[in-house]
């Protein structure tokens, strides 16, 4: 059996949110106020403007993180363990209740598709006053693949 082959594929932003929007799997990395790493495991959509967005509550650290420094990190993750994932560097935008629910709609939307009550929802958004992280994308890797290096598939 040939060994899978890691992988290592240059994307343009276009081609970046085309890969980011059917997966909602992420870890947003943060930093802490001492500097060091924070990372979530959370869902992920991409809003109409191109940006990464998160659902999240104001006093999540996440959100304290992201609104004393906005640079961050994503790692967009396949649905499958072993499937491609890619890093997305960007400035992150926090916005609350009650300016977060117009956001917290589309991001729904990008994710789940439509409400049976908008209504209902956009009343438990302000209720639950839950804030949403948006993501302008600046620098991003290739979208990746693990595996073995290329080297060790070539035959003697």
Request: hydrophobic share 35%; charged share 30%.
């Amino acid at each position: 059996m040939a060994p899978n082959i890691a992988t290592n594929t240059t994307v343009s932003r276009d081609e970046l949110l085309d890969f980011v929007r059917p997966r909602h799997r992420a870890l947003l990395l943060t930093r802490r106020a001492d500097g060091s790493p924070q990372a979530s495991p959370l869902t992920c959509g991409v809003d109409d403007s191109g940006r990464i967005v998160v659902s999240t509550y104001p006093e999540r650290a996440k959100t304290r993180n992201a609104r004393r420094d906005p640079r961050v990190s994503l790692v967009v993750l396949s649905d499958e363990w072993n499937g491609p994932w890619v890093q997305v560097d960007g400035t992150a935008e926090v916005i609350d209740s009650p300016d977060s629910v117009e956001p917290l709609v589309e991001y729904y939307r990008t994710i789940a598709g439509e409400h049976p009550d908008w209504d209902e929802y956009r009343a438990a958004m302000v209720k639950q006053g839950k804030s949403i992280i948006r993501v302008t994308p600046e620098r991003w890797g290739p979208v990746a693949t693990g595996g073995f290096p290329a080297r060790l598939a070539q035959e003697d």
